[in-house]
């Protein structure tokens, strides 16, 4: 079984045999009679492309889109992949021949994604977007990749430090609703309001902030 990650009860339990299944078991083992998980990685690529894609669209409304495609292409990277495929145990669950596991480095995270293929067949859509997301949020440290592309308060200071201009943040907590703080953040160059953000802390908030000032001083 696989260790962690998942949060689903099959229902139809071929698909995830067929995900587990690399080409060389398909060509070797069954003499190509047996489907390879080539088309689940496919569609599982796809989906957790826009899966990662709507999560940080709603979570930085003000990022710019190469910003959020950075962040998008370290999250979903070959190195993340197969960290997590490894971690949930896939490795040793794969029908593959010796040769073909050996050689090619990152069969685990390509069965991963036609994991996550096979989910969206089986369960749809939303259930696979919950999988995918607490599967990065357990194995991947989301944060800490989201953060390793989205220090926009680092940039902001290096800019400020770069046009020798003073700058200043001023962050505030709003009314708590049901028990949680929001925080909202103003960055001033020289006295002058250049960004707004909010957010559910104040680094959050600072960093929204920050996002929004670099797209109006650093248009390009």
């Known amino acids: 079984m696989l260790r962690s990650g998942f949060f689903v009860r099959p229902k139809r339990m071929e698909l995830y045999l067929t995900a587990l299944r690399h080409k060389s078991a398909s060509k070797n083992l069954y003499n190509g009679e047996a489907e390879s998980n080539e088309r689940l990685e496919f569609l599982g690529d796809a989906i957790l492309d826009a899966v990662v894609a709507h999560y940080l669209y709603d979570k930085y409304p003000h990022s710019e ?4 495609t950075k962040m998008k292409s370290r999250i979903v990277s070959r190195t993340t992949l197969n ?3 490894n971690a949930a145990g896939i490795q040793g669950l794969l029908e593959t021949d010796a040769q073909a596991a050996q050689a090619v480095e990152s069969i685990a995270g390509n069965a991963l994604e036609a994991i996550f293929g096979a989910i969206y067949c089986d369960l749809g859509y939303a259930r696979c977007r919950k999988s995918i997301l607490k599967m ?3 194995q991947a440290n989301l944060n800490a990749l989201e953060d390793e592309e989205a220090d926009f308060k680092s940039r902001i200071y ?3 430090h770069k046009k020798k201009v003073d700058i200043q943040f001023k962050t505030v907590a709003e009314n708590e609703k049901k028990g949680r703080k929001t925080f ?3 960055v ?3 006295g002058e309001s250049f960004g707004f953000g909010k957010g559910s802390s104040k680094k959050k908030a600072e960093q929204q902030a920050s996002a929004e000032a670099l ?3 650093s248009p390009d």
């Not at 889109?65 to 959020?68: R, V």
């Open 65 to 68: 889109e190469g910003d959020l």
């Open 188 to 190: 001033y160059f020289d």
């Open 83 to 85: 960290s997590m495929a």
């Open 215 to 217: 797209k109006k001083l």
């Open 184 to 186: 909202v953040s103003i």
């Open 158 to 160: 290096e800019l400020a």
């Open 136 to 138: 990065l949020e357990k």
